[in-house]
């Protein structure tokens, strides 16, 4: 192959240039380097990054679009994947980008990689096309190679003063407080007593909240308590975890769903925390496996964080699977900062990409997955701050996020927020808020959430390490009204409530990122949870805090078949099909155009005209929703118009059942919030019920459709040879939704929906 097909950056001297392998000498200073890989446009068939997948309930094949990973049965990646060899030292494998869905028809592949060099000069690399990926894939298809200084920047951080004369003392999440004064108002706490032993049985029954730490839960509970009990339960935790060959989820531990993901992210925090916090009940063998494992995975994280730039921590963002990996990394580095030398360099790293995370997060406090995914970043906060003494507390995103998860608190906007586990981490998120920020609204906030949950879960209340830890004081509710309305201005998400505390009717309608259009500008990738095709016009309609209107739960297929906006054929977003993507344009982005909220009503306009598909000529889409407080009525009105005909239709997700009661006129039933939420705290909780009137239905056809959902392939609830769909999940499927079709009877150039809803 001849190396002038290969653009390459000025400090590259290409030595060999074979089908398979690139070797090549760049010269570069000490510290972080970065390279980028791009394909020759068409070089590469994009088809081969697609999954085929069963429908439910038609059971037929269908396609979803680019993948990383396919099903596990094949076990391998959709996306190339090569070995980056420095001076002789294999790195790791890194593979490509999912391609937006322009790039992806053109057949066009990017990926970002790092590595670090020690010394400055000469460096020899070594670019390994992986055995699997030879057949599709070859350095022939490579129009351009750079490799410059890493753009991500590490953090160094020193122990203070009482950790570093100290380091087998425990400090971490103590706040400052020795053992002793930690355990003396553990015990003064006489409301923890009966929850702490009930869940003693309820672990040793077996009993686990899915995605929530248990270690973590039980390493605070022997350190405060003592119990024998609680010390046996850690010690029997520790040892499995320690005791196990790897820590994968599959065999190939290279592979992102193996070693190298979340899962290690939480087991490290684990052992972390258990060794830390019971270091002096450990004996001499129990202790050497702790070492022994933290150094082995603190490793790998590390590593695996430079080398993988743009997946799983190498960035760092708020998202969960970057930093509910990197805070495994963080705290283990912390922990045993003392015995590892290269711990210096995995904190300095994983803090960066934590500071990182915070500067792209949305600015007041509203994520994506707001309890799920800010758990991990105040956890790392807090560390930090017993660890460094430094104060993350006053970063804009911090500052708001209990304001943020208090306003939702009765108005939840994805299924996460009214999972077990997204209700205590938002207790957690609070009582980090309350300790670490001496927040008085956010210590009110966690006693108004203990007291709600603990009736809620009864004999099954969960107990957090936060709980147990601190103690807060009664503090005073928030001084600004959180029962009015309210706009997340960054990431344009709009509440439209009534005025109960607990509202009778409620609109989420988000016109706007995930990310937050702040964070959009410091970030060069995003992902399912940074973007979401119901950022762009989705409305989320809620009867006394249940769901009856929202996204197709269940469904990976995403695009606008599967939430409540205008479609154009059927679909439209430029994710129809798909579920990953990266590289989007800043003009693809709806935008929340205003929003007011006056005595009578709330009005929100957006404009989603960005978020279809270029080449359907979309010239204008708008939605205005408006929320007639006192009636209460919600109305919703959209227009869009094109540049050339094609069919259009208003869709209306409904999460249970849908039936006609008149002519233009449907009452909506919500499905099981139990079921949907897989909470068994809702089980008995009843239907809810709103009436969905649409304006001039004689203009329109009018269907109630079953919805058709692709359950996701990665739970292992969906492979391609077998009709087992639900192997592995070990319980019912979901509740089939259904969806309001409101459709203009042919082509045309532009439409106004118009629908009236009022709950029953």
């Known amino acids: 192959m001849k190396f002038s097909r290969i653009s390459t950056s000025t400090n590259i001297t290409m030595v060999h240039a074979g089908r398979h392998e690139l070797a090549f000498r760049v010269r570069c200073g000490r510290g972080y380097q970065s390279g980028y890989v791009r394909l020759r446009p068409g070089m590469f068939d994009a088809n081969t990054l697609d999954c085929r997948m069963r429908e439910h309930p038609s059971g ?113 999440f103590l706040h400052g407080c020795s053992a002793k004064q930690a355990r003396a108002q553990f015990r003064a706490n006489q409301a923890l007593r009966a929850p702490i032993a009930r869940m003693l049985r309820l672990f040793e029954a077996g009993h686990v909240v899915p995605y929530v730490n248990n270690e973590q839960v039980i390493a605070a509970a022997a350190f405060l308590t003592e119990s024998p009990a609680w010390i046996a339960l850690a010690k029997k935790k520790l040892r499995e975890l320690c005791s196990m060959p790897t820590w994968a989820r599959r065999p190939n531990p290279r592979v992102m769903h193996g070693d190298n993901d979340m899962g290690p992210g939480y087991n490290l925090t684990a052992v972390s925390m258990l060794a830390h916090l019971l270091w002096d009940k450990l004996d001499h063998e129990e202790r050497g496996l702790a070492l022994w494992k933290a150094r082995e995975y603190g490793r790998r994280l590390y590593e ?90 006053r970063m804009p995103y911090l500052a708001n996020v209990a304001d943020a998860i208090l306003r939702c608190r009765h108005t939840p906007s994805s299924l996460c ?50 709980d147990m830890l601190w103690h807060f004081p009664k503090g005073r509710p928030p001084k600004d009204d959180h029962t009015r309305s309210h706009i997340f201005k960054d990431t344009g998400m709009a509440f439209l409530r009534t005025s109960e505390e607990k509202p009778r009717f409620c609109c989420v309608y988000q016109s706007g990122m995930g990310a937050g259009r702040h964070g959009f500008r410091l970030r060069n990738r995003y992902n399912l949870e940074t973007h979401s095709v119901g950022a762009d016009g989705g409305v989320f309609v809620l009867v006394d805090g249940a769901f009856v209107i929202m996204s197709n739960p269940g469904c990976y297929r995403k695009g606008f078949q599967n939430e409540s906006v205008v479609t154009v054929d059927g679909a439209g977003h430029y994710m129809d099909g798909r579920w990953l993507g990266c590289d989007i344009k800043e003009s693809w982005l ?68 849908i039936k006609e009661i008149g002519p233009g006129r449907f009452e909506f039933i919500s499905g099981n919030m139990a079921e949907l939420s897989r909470n068994d705290a809702y089980k008995n909780d009843p239907p809810r019920r709103l009436v969905l009137e649409v304006a001039n239905p004689d203009r329109y056809r009018i269907r109630i459709m079953e919805s058709q959902m692709v359950l996701p392939y990665i739970y292992g609830m969906n492979t391609g040879q077998s009709r087992k769909q639900y192997k592995g999940i070990g319980t019912a499927p979901p509740p089939r939704p259904q969806h309001l079709a409101i459709v203009v009877p042919c082509k045309t150039r532009e439409a106004i929906f118009r629908v009236e809803m009022k709950p029953l």
């Not at 993948?67 to 890194?94: I, S, Y």
């Not at 190679?145 to 003392?169: G, M, Q, T, W, Y």
């Not at 960066?352 to 915070?358: E, I, P, Q, V």
């Not at 609070?430 to 007291?451: C, D, I, P």
Request: charged share 20%; net charge positive; hydrophobic share 40%.
């Open 417 to 466: 927020d009214v999972a077990q586990m997204g209700e205590l981490y938002s207790r957690h998120i609070l009582a980090t808020v309350a300790k670490y920020a001496r927040s008085s609204e956010a210590a009110w906030g966690w006693h108004w959430y203990w007291k709600t949950l603990a009736k809620r879960y009864g004999d099954k209340h969960f107990v957090g390490w936060q």
């Open 590 to 657: 709806s935008k929340m155009r205003s929003f007011q909220c006056m005595n009578g009503k709330t009005v929100a306009i957006g404009d989603n005209t960005g978020a279809y598909r270029e080449e359907l000529g979309v010239m204008r889409s708008r939605r205005k929703v408006t929320l007639l407080k006192n009636a209460p009525c919600l109305v919703i009105e959209d227009s869009i118009q094109l540049r050339i005909p094609h069919k259009l239709a208003a869709f209306y997700q409904c999460t249970g059942k």
């Open 304 to 393: 695996f964080s430079v080398l993988n730039k743009c997946w799983a921590a190498g960035m760092g963002d708020i998202v969960t699977h970057e930093s509910g990996t990197l805070l495994g990394q963080s705290i283990g580095a912390m922990v045993f900062y003392h015995e590892f030398p290269e711990a210096r360099d995995w904190l300095a790293w994983a803090h960066g990409r934590m500071l990182h995370a915070l500067d792209t997060a949305p600015v007041d406090g509203r994520a994506f997955w707001i309890s799920y995914s800010s758990n991990f970043v105040l956890s790392h906060a807090a560390a930090i701050f017993d660890f460094g003494g430094v104060n993350l507390f």
């Open 60 to 172: 037929k094949m269908v396609v979803s679009k680019a993948w990383d990973v396919f099903n596990h049965e094949q076990n391998k990646m959709a996306v190339p994947c090569f070995t980056p060899w420095l001076n002789g030292r294999d790195l790791g494998d890194v593979w490509f980008d999912i391609p937006n869905y322009q790039d992806g028809e053109r057949g066009a592949l990017n990926t970002e990689f790092g590595f670090h060099v020690s010394h400055p000069g000469l460096a020899d690399v070594r670019l390994v096309v992986v055995e699997a990926h030879r057949r599709n894939f070859h350095w022939g298809m490579v129009e351009t190679l750079r490799i410059e200084p890493d753009s991500r920047k590490p953090a160094p951080i020193e122990p203070v003063k009482r950790v570093r004369e100290n380091p087998r003392e425990p400090w971490l």
